[in-house]
Nanobody, 114 residues
Framework: QMQLVESGGGSAQPGGSLRLSCLMTETVFVSMAWYRQAPGKERELVASISRGGTPTFYADSVKGRFTISRDDAKNLVYLQMNNLKPEDTDVYYC?????????WGQGAQVTVST
């Protein structure tokens, strides 16, 4: 059964950077995505990446600041987050970009504050 392990979260100041990693316990070639969710709010799609690495998709709120990438040899999906803003504070999750989702991981907390 696929397990998703997110890491790399933490605290950053506005304008700072963080890189999230998502380790998949099985080798799969599907479109993957990063999502984020704040308490009491619905989970939203942040970015997605197709099987071969392109095309990619970004939510308007992160376009130009975040970059999604993948290393299929290592079963990893990354989210490079630059120029962070306080409104980026959330728990970030990875999963399929569409279709029946795998069981969600524990997520990675990102906190952006002065």
């Amino acid at each position: 059964q696929m397990q998703l392990v997110e890491s790399g979260g933490g605290s950053a100041q506005p304008g700072g950077s963080l890189r999230l990693s998502c380790l998949m316990t099985e080798t799969v070639f599907v479109s993957m995505a990063w999502y984020r969710q704040a308490p009491g709010k619905e989970r939203e799609l942040v970015a997605s990446i197709s099987r071969g690495g392109t095309p990619t998709f970004y939510a308007d709120s992160v376009k130009g600041r975040f970059t999604i990438s993948r290393d299929d040899a290592k079963n990893l999906v990354y989210l490079q987050m630059n120029n962070l803003k306080p409104e980026d504070t959330d728990v970030y999750y990875c999963n399929k970009a569409y279709g029946n989702m795998w069981h969600w991981g524990q997520g990675a907390q990102v906190t952006v504050s002065t």
